[in-house]
């Protein structure tokens, strides 16, 4: 199992930058994949980005040259690092891990894009 713990959100004005931090309870140099969801009010959950254990990385379009996942094995952390956010940026992130066919997730923080 492993537990995790996201940070770093808050309120930002349209056109800002936030870095979002997930940090987890045990290794994750062996972990398949890590991810960071989205959740607006009244939508679904939606993948934001993804970095595998090799280090390859995708994105939604959404974010696409805007957002940059990272990791570093040695402190067991993930980021998000965020530019030129929108408006429509606005949710609850979330830290995702799968590992052998089991998901973990953490608790979320909000980020909020407004002027």
């Known amino acids: 199992q492993v537990q995790l713990v996201e940070s770093g959100g808050g309120l930002v004005q349209p056109g800002g930058s936030l870095s979002l931090s997930c940090a987890a309870s045990?290794?994750?140099?062996?972990?398949?994949?890590m991810r960071w969801y989205r959740q607006a009010p009244g939508k679904q959950r939606e993948l934001v980005a993804l970095i595998t254990s090799g280090g390859s990385t995708n994105y939604a379009d959404s974010v696409k040259g805007r957002f940059t996942i990272s990791r570093d094995n040695a402190k067991n952390m993930v980021y998000l690092k965020m530019n030129s956010l929108k408006p429509e940026d606005t949710a609850v992130y979330y830290c995702?891990?799968?590992?052998?066919?089991?998901?973990?997730w953490g608790q979320g923080t909000q980020v909020t894009v407004s002027s």
């Open positions: 995702n891990a799968f590992h052998q066919l089991s998901e973990y």
């Open positions: 045990r290794s994750i140099s062996s972990i398949d994949v």
